[in-house]
T-cell receptor, first 114, second 116 residues
Framework: DTGVSQDPRHKITKRGQNVTFRCDPISEHNRLYWYRQTLGQGPEFLTYFQNEAQLEKSRLLSDRFSAERPKGSFSTLEIQRTEQGDSAMYLC????????????FGPGTRLLVL | GENVEQHPSTLSVQEGDSAVIKCTYSDSASNYFPWYKQELGKRPQLIIDIRSNVGEKKDQRIAVTLNKTAKHFSLHITETQPEDSAVYFCAAGSQDSGGSNYKLTFGKGTLLTVNP
């Protein structure tokens, strides 16, 4: 599969624990996006990377959230001190330099905070 | 910021009928309008998109129309089949001030059910 991949696909954690998700974009895609999707809603933008630079963060991204893309390839999203309200599907998407508006999504990581 | 409204939230049609889903947006700077199909437990998949320099685009049984003046765009699916059953999301996108990011704002989705 040469599409966007995410790991893990599912994560169950207890409130207060830290979790980290990984996203591997399509090869040669220099732009990478993180979204959050809750039940019955469309994806909501969290943050965006161009190569290794994090260029924009949504107000949805509280101080407990941090994202990195150290070598401009894969990215990680960490949530510290998880809360029940963090339960959601976390989606990653990537796009090409030449077609920057066309975003391709990964399968997502479904997080459940107990 | 941008706000995208999508209607209806659910749509049930008979196999072979047409389905229409409508979206409105608020930011006149938006110039890119993709539609995604999401089956249960799967990733959103891009099915068609349109840029603001055209009014209509068609790909086999799927078409999208755009009215920039009224700030609305629609997805049309003809000759629907049971495998078209899924949640469909519209989105509106615009470049940030630096010209590097194309931020997408999504509607809440439409659950389409095609009955055999």
């Amino acid at each position: 599969d040469t599409g966007v991949s995410q790991d893990p696909r599912h994560k169950i954690t207890k409130r207060g624990q830290n979790v980290t998700f990984r996203c591997d974009p399509i090869s040669e895609h220099n732009r990478l996006y993180w979204y959050r999707q809750t039940l019955g809603q469309g994806p909501e933008f969290l943050t965006y990377f161009q190569n290794e630079a994090q260029l924009e963060k949504s107000r949805l991204l509280s101080d407990r959230f941090s994202a990195e893309r150290p070598k401009g390839s894969f990215s990680t999203l960490e949530i510290q001190r998880t809360e029940q309200g963090d339960s959601a599907m976390y989606l990653c998407a990537s796009s090409l330099r030449q077609l920057k508006e066309t975003q391709y999504f990964g399968p997502g990581t479904r997080l459940l905070v107990l | 910021g941008e706000n995208v409204e999508q209607h209806p939230s659910t749509l049930s049609v008979q196999e072979g009928d047409s389905a229409v889903i409508k979206c409105t947006y608020s930011d006149s700077a938006s110039n890119y309008f993709p539609w995604y199909k999401q089956e249960l437990g799967k990733r959103p998949q891009l099915i068609i998109d349109i840029r603001s320099n055209v009014g209509e685009k068609k790909d086999q049984r799927i078409a999208v129309t755009l009215n920039k003046t009224a700030k609305h765009f629609s997805l049309h699916i003809t000759e629907t089949q049971p495998e078209d059953s899924a949640v469909y999301f519209c989105a509106a996108g615009s470049q940030d001030s630096g010209g590097s990011n194309y931020k997408l704002t999504f509607g809440k989705g439409t659950l389409l059910t095609v009955n055999p």
